[in-house]
């Protein structure tokens, strides 16, 4: 770490603690060549995988976009603040922990659905709508039907993110 003072590399570092929840570490250091102090901040740097389009295009990915996807088809239905930020969580974590530097955006798209699933059914069914292009009533009813019998595209028995980067 560079002294701010006298641009020394040589520093040590005399006391850490947590702060901000446990999420940063506040590290006091000392300059070895001019003997002052100073306060640095440690946070971790989370990385996103990009996210491989339909069309093969490539985008960073966005947390806010993910938000209003998950957040519209929730629209008034019974499910609070505190539900909506875990489930965004739960994808995030499930995203990461898949290692890969690109995911496509069907692995998202079939995360969330088996996110939505399990949270609410009403916003399962209206994401699945927009997610698969239902193009008339038939579509919504073989969807319906899939689901009471449990056979949702075997979204329960998915992996964590399915095999479609490989197919992309």
């Known amino acids: ?3 701010p003072y006298c641009n020394a590399t040589d520093t040590k570092v005399v006391d850490s603690r947590l702060c901000a929840e446990g999420t940063q570490v506040r590290r006091r250091r000392q300059c070895n060549q001019c003997a002052e102090r100073f306060t640095t901040f440690e946070i971790v740097e989370v990385v996103m995988p ?4 339909t069309g093969g295009r490539i985008e960073p990915y966005d947390a ?3 938000r209003r996807s998950i957040q519209l088809p929730l629209q008034k ?5 505190d539900d909506i930020e875990a489930l965004i969580s ?3 974590k499930r995203l990461r ?4 530097r690109e995911v496509s955006s069907n692995s998202v798209g079939e995360v969330v659905m088996s996110e939505l699933k399990a949270l609410d059914d009403v ?4 994401f699945a709508s927009v997610y698969r292009d239902f193009q008339d009533i038939e579509a919504f009813r073989q969807e319906l039907q899939n ?3 449990g056979t949702v595209d075997n979204l329960n028995n998915m992996s964590p993110i399915d095999d479609t980067l490989s197919k992309s």
């Open 123 to 126: 916003a399962y069914v209206r």
């Open 90 to 92: 739960r994808i995030e």
């Open 50 to 53: 990009r996210i491989i389009k």
């Open 64 to 66: 806010q976009k993910l």
């Open 147 to 149: 689901f009471q019998s």
């Open 1 to 3: 770490m560079l002294c």
């Open 77 to 81: 239905r019974p499910v609070t603040t």
């Open 97 to 100: 922990q898949q290692g890969e």
